[in-house]
């Protein structure tokens, strides 16, 4: 027979009735602490909706609250910062300058006056930074931006030749990766306009720059182009050279059958640039651009080869300064409509341009 279980004692009971107790308690605690947040959300909201229609009785209905006023960095702070990134690009340049020149002896450059200290500190360099950057899509995370602008304070600053036309090399990559980051034509015309605003306010700068390096470089190769002219040559090979009392190899240009074939081989671009109505006077520098585009592509010889660029490069200096500032930006828009077309030619010379051994320096594209 099962034994009878134990009768809850007195004590027990009254334990459990205390504790159903507080249980009820606390519920009835809990449910009045609801309805008092609730009552307190619908005064809240009543006062917010009050605090609005007044403010929309004030305002027009497209008004929108002003966003809270932003601490502006201090101008020292700002010249500072500024100074850092400048020493920041000269100290890389040097450091690809000793490792170029290991193993041979120092050469000595004279000293130039920089173009900072002659005409002031470059205009509008942030303004094209900023407004590269709100074109959106790759471009407002594309670091080629802050190098293009950061590269360019620091040339205009520079009073080195040697460090000059390395600077040169580095906006040369900047631009060119910067026309790569456009996703679209438009886009890359926008881009162009920014970047040519930017130049148009320091054109003495980049003048007193490219003359410098340009002059830095016939030294050093010893050779240049003769173009736009009526000598003609009648050499197999794409260009002929003579050599002048100084010793300077002056490479002249094919213009009969030799000319007619690279014309050829660009004439989208030809018929498109000389389209351009302030051109049209300047047919003869339009050919000269693609035939030098062309030779280069061919030439073997490093020296020859780079004088040919840099031929290309004040060749597109002149159209440039013929050009209309509307026109100026369609010229511009088909050189890079012909670069995509002749992607694999043009990524050859940039390769060319870019390495530290295979050229002195130049100043291609900045343009």
Known sequence: MAPRPKEASATDSKRALQVRLAQRAFRERKELKIKDLEARVVELEAQNQTLLTAVQNQHPPSWVPPPPPQSQPCATCAALEADNRRLRVECDILKEL???????????????????????????????????????????????VDSLCDHFYTMASCEDPRLIKRIVLKIIAARYKIMNACETMQQRRHAIEIIEACKDRNRTHISFMYQHTMKEVVEETHTTVDYATTATSSS????????????????????????????????????????????????????????????????????????????????????????????????????????????????????????????????????
């Open 98 to 144: 000793a490792q170029s020149a290991s193993g041979s002896a120092p050469q000595e450059t004279a000293a130039v006056e920089s173009a900072e200290l002659q005409f002031g500190v470059p205009q509008k360099v942030e303004e094209c930074r900023h407004s590269l950057k709100a074109l959106g899509g790759a471009m407002a995370t594309c670091k080629y």
């Open 236 to 367: 197999s090979a794409n260009y002929s050279t003579d050599l002048d009392a100084d010793g300077v190899r002056h490479l002249k240009l094919p213009k009969r059958q030799e000319r007619k074939e690279l014309l050829a081989k660009s004439k989208a671009f030809l018929d498109a640039a000389k389209s351009i109505p302030s051109l049209q006077g300047s047919s003869h520098l339009v050919e000269d651009l693609i035939v030098m585009f062309w030779c280069q592509a061919s030439c073997h010889d490093k020296t020859e080869r780079e004088a040919l660029i840099f031929g290309l490069v004040d060749c597109f200096n002149r159209l440039q300064a013929v050009a209309t500032e509307k026109d100026k930006a369609d010229f511009i828009l088909a050189t890079e409509i012909a670069r995509e077309k002749e992607k694999a030619v043009a990524n050859d010379m940039f390769d060319l341009v870019l390495s530290n051994k295979a050229m002195s320096g130049n100043l291609l594209e900045l343009l």
